[in-house]
């Protein structure tokens, strides 16, 4: 029973494409994040969604637009991708204020 | 948010009391000191936090000094599975808190 669970695991796509990314938790949190992890392992948070309203953009380009059609779900939607934007992208939740639950992160690779 | 000051490397014998410091002189009234991991190019791991009191739980136990200043993870009997990097962060109990990771330390156990 995956708690935070992110599809797919690994995404290789050429650059111009347009991606997504999923996620979904099964914790009953009421709030999910986007973080972005980089080649120099910084992990550094992108978006933050509770009870389906955003709640922090971390000055991320708008090629990149989250979504939350429920509580349980947070996708990730990149257009026109970059090289730069060749990363580990984890998927999390919690309950306002707590400590997080992390997904095992969707590796991207754009060639 | 807190910021937090850490090693940035440590090395433990196996078996032995892993003991990774961290400085937060900052940390307000309201912050928890929160401790993470990340194993490799998983997902961040939450290990436990606190925020006056000592802390211990199956994996680890927090010592935070009487003035908050600063914090110390304890690893009691470190094994190879616990080489990764370990995060010291504050976090606030608000609707948009969001869990900031530095640099960390990276601790690796050796035989």
């Known amino acids: 029973d995956t708690a935070v669970s992110q599809t797919p695991k690994y995404l290789v796509t050429q650059m111009g494409n347009d991606k997504s990314i999923k996620c979904e938790q099964n914790?009953?949190?009421?709030?999910m994040y986007w973080y972005k992890q980089d080649s120099k392992k910084f992990l550094k948070i992108m978006f933050s969604?509770?009870?389906?309203?955003?709640?922090i953009n971390e000055t991320v380009p708008n090629r990149f637009s989250p979504k939350s059609p429920d509580k349980a779900h947070l996708n990730l939607h990149i257009n026109s991708l970059e090289l730069g934007d060749s990363a580990v992208y984890f998927c999390?939740?919690?309950?306002?204020?707590?400590?997080?639950?992390f997904g095992s992160g969707t590796r991207l690779t754009v060639v | 948010d807190a910021k937090t000051t850490q090693p940035p490397s440590m090395d433990c014998a196996e078996g032995r009391a892993a003991n990774l410091p961290c400085n937060h002189s900052?940390?307000?009234?309201?912050?928890?000191v929160y401790w993470y991991r990340q194993i490799h190019s998983q997902g961040p791991q939450y290990i436990i936090h606190?925020?006056?009191n000592n802390e211990t739980n199956e994996m680890a136990s927090l010592i935070i000094t009487e003035d908050r200043k600063s914090s110390t993870l304890i690893l009691p009997h470190a094994t190879l599975r616990d080489t990764a990097v370990y995060y010291c962060?504050?976090?606030?109990?608000?609707?948009?808190?969001?869990?900031?990771f530095g640099t960390g330390t990276r601790l690796q156990v050796t035989l």
């Open positions: 999390a939740s919690s309950h306002t204020g707590s400590g997080y639950t």
């Open positions: 914790l009953g949190h009421d709030t």
């Open positions: 969604y509770n009870n389906k309203e955003l709640i």
């Open positions: 900052t940390i307000s009234g309201n912050e928890y």
């Open positions: 606190g925020l006056k």
């Open positions: 962060i504050g976090l606030n109990t608000g609707t948009a808190s969001k869990l900031t």
